[in-house]
C-alpha cells in the first residue's frame, strides 16, 4: 500500500498532522528491489529524499551517517564485485547463480550505500548514537520515499562488509557499511504485513 492508496483505504484523517504521520509511517514496508522499477526520483525529489537525512536526531551534529548514490556506470563495478563475492565463498556457484549476484547491482533506478561514520576521536559521541542517528537517517529516507509514492527496500548482506567493498567505495576508516537502499515505482503491490503493537514491546516501569 502507498501512502496515496492509504488514502483511499481509510486513513482519512489525513488533515491532521497525527494521520497524515500515522498513514506515512504504516504504509512503509519493505519492497523487494526486483519490484522496484522506473521510473525512480527525479533529481528535485532525490535531493527531498537525501534531505530528509539530515533531520534524523544527530547528538553533537556530526551528520554519522553517509549516503553513496551508484550511478549507472559505477553499478558495473558493483556487479562484478557481487559475483567475485559469489565466486569467493562458494567454488561451485553456477553461471545462472553468477548472473543473479551480478544482477542485484542492476536493480531500482535508485540505489544508494549507506554508511555510519563512526571515529569519535574527535567529537567523543559514543558509536552506539552514532549508529542510532544513521538508523534515524535511513528511516528519514525511506518515508520521505514513501511520502512522494516510491516503494523502498533495505538488502544487505556477506558482499556489503566485504574489504573489497570498503575499497570500492573508498571508505575511510571507521567508516563501517550499514545497508544499500534501493527506490522506486513499485511494480506490484503487496497486502501490509501485520505488525506488532505496543502491547509486543512496551511497558511501564
Ligand atoms: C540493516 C537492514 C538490512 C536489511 N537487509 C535485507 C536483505 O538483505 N534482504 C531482505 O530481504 N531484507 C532486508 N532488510 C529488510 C527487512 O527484512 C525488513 O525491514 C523486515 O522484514 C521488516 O519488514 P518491513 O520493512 O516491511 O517492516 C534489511 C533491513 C535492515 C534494517
Known sequence: MTIQDSVILGFNDLDSLGGFANALIHSRQHVSPKR???PGPNPAQKLEILNAAGAAPDH????PWHFYEVSPESRELLA????NALIDRDSTATPIQIEEARNKAFRGPLLLLVTAKLNNELDNIPVQEKLISAGCAIQNVLLMANALGFGSGLSSGKALYS???RELFRLKDKEEPL????????STHKPNKERSDASA?????
Open 163 to 165: 574489504k573489497n567493498m
Open 201 to 205: 514491546y512496551s511497558s511501564v516501569f
Open 36 to 38: 522496484l522499477i522506473a
Open 80 to 83: 562484478k564485485l557481487f559475483a
Open 179 to 186: 545497508c544499500f537502499i534501493t527506490i522506486g515505482t513499485i
Open 60 to 63: 553533537g551534529k556530526t551528520s
